[in-house]
T-cell receptor, first 111, second 114 residues
Framework: QQPVQSPQAVILREGEDAVINCSSS?????VHWYRQKHGEAPVFLMI?????EQKGHDKISASFNEKKQQSSLYLTASQLSYSGTYFC????????????FGTGTQLKVEL | DTGVSQDPRHKITKRGQNVTFRCDPI?????LYWYRQTLGQGPEFLTY????????KSRLLSDRFSAERPKGSFSTLEIQRTEQGDSAMYLC????????????FGPGTRLTVT
C-alpha cells in the first residue's frame, strides 16, 4: 500500500515554515525522505528508523511516530532552494528492501 | 566519491523495439534498485539486486522486462517489444548492505515510446 502524503501542494514565502506528513496503514520499519526538482533525480534528505527518533539537517528536520505510523518533515525558515516535490519512501520490511513512495508534496517557495 | 550514473539519459524509440539501459552504482554499494516514475507520481519499485542475485521483482513487471547484474557491479534493464505505456523515467538507486539502506538515485533514463 502506498503511503499518503499531505498536503498535496503548498506555497510559501521565503522564511516561512512548512510541515509535510506521510502516513501509512501498515507498520513501518523506516521512512526515507527525498526532494526532487523538475527533471532531476530524487535527492536523499534523511532516514527515520522506527523508535520515534527525530533528526535534523540544517533547517530541515523530521520525526517518526511509531504509534501512528506517521512521519513528518519540518522545513523551517524556507529558502528558494527548498522548492521541489518531496517524497516519503516507506520500508515495511527492513533489511535493505524496496521503498514504496507516496504521491509527493509539491512545495514552492516564493520571494 | 562518484554518484550513481545511468546511460543513456534520454531514449526515444518506436513501439515494438527493444531498449536497454545501463546503471553504474556507487562503487562500494552492493545493492542496486530499479524504479520507474511517471509524471506526477512517486518512483515505483521494479526490481532489486544484492550483488549478482536478483532478490525481488515487482508483480507489476511484465515478462517483457528483464534486469541483470552479472558481476555484481553495473546493471542493465531491458524492455522488449516496447509499448507506449512504457514511456517513463527509469531510475536506478544503490545502497550498502548492513547500513540503514539509504538509497541514492542516479539521474535517470527518460524513455519515450512513439
Amino acid at each position: 500500500q502506498q503511503p499518503v502524503q499531505s498536503p498535496q501542494a503548498v506555497i510559501l514565502r521565503e522564511g516561512e515554515d512548512a510541515v509535510i506528513n506521510c502516513s501509512s496503514s501498515k507498520a513501518l520499519y523506516s521512512v526515507h525522505w527525498y526532494r526532487q526538482k523538475h527533471g532531476e533525480a530524487p535527492v536523499f534528505l534523511m532516514i527515520l528508523l522506527k523508535g520515534g527518533e527525530q533528526k535534523g539537517h540544517d533547517k530541515i528536520s523530521a520525526s517518526f511516530n511509531e504509534k501512528k505510523q506517521q512521519s513528518s518533515l519540518y522545513l523551517t525558515a524556507s529558502q528558494l532552494s527548498y522548492s521541489g516535490t518531496y517524497f516519503c519512501g516507506t520500508d515495511y520490511q527492513g533489511g535493505g528492501n524496496k521503498l514504496t513512495f507516496g504521491t509527493g508534496t509539491q512545495l514552492k517557495v516564493e520571494l | 566519491d562518484t554518484g550513481v550514473s545511468q546511460d543513456p539519459r534520454h531514449k526515444i524509440t518506436k513501439r515494438g523495439q527493444n531498449v536497454t539501459f545501463r546503471c553504474d552504482p556507487i562503487s562500494e554499494h552492493n545493492r542496486l534498485y530499479w524504479y520507474r516514475q511517471t509524471l506526477g507520481q512517486g518512483p515505483e519499485f521494479l526490481t532489486y539486486f544484492q550483488n549478482e542475485a536478483q532478490l525481488e521483482k515487482s508483480r507489476l513487471l511484465s515478462d517483457r522486462f528483464s534486469a541483470e547484474r552479472p558481476k555484481g557491479s553495473f546493471s542493465t534493464l531491458e524492455i522488449q517489444r516496447t509499448e507506449q505505456g512504457d514511456s517513463a523515467m527509469y531510475l536506478c538507486a544503490s545502497s550498502l548492505s548492513g547500513s540503514t539502506n539509504e538509497q541514492y538515485f542516479g539521474p535517470g533514463t527518460r524513455l519515450t515510446v512513439t
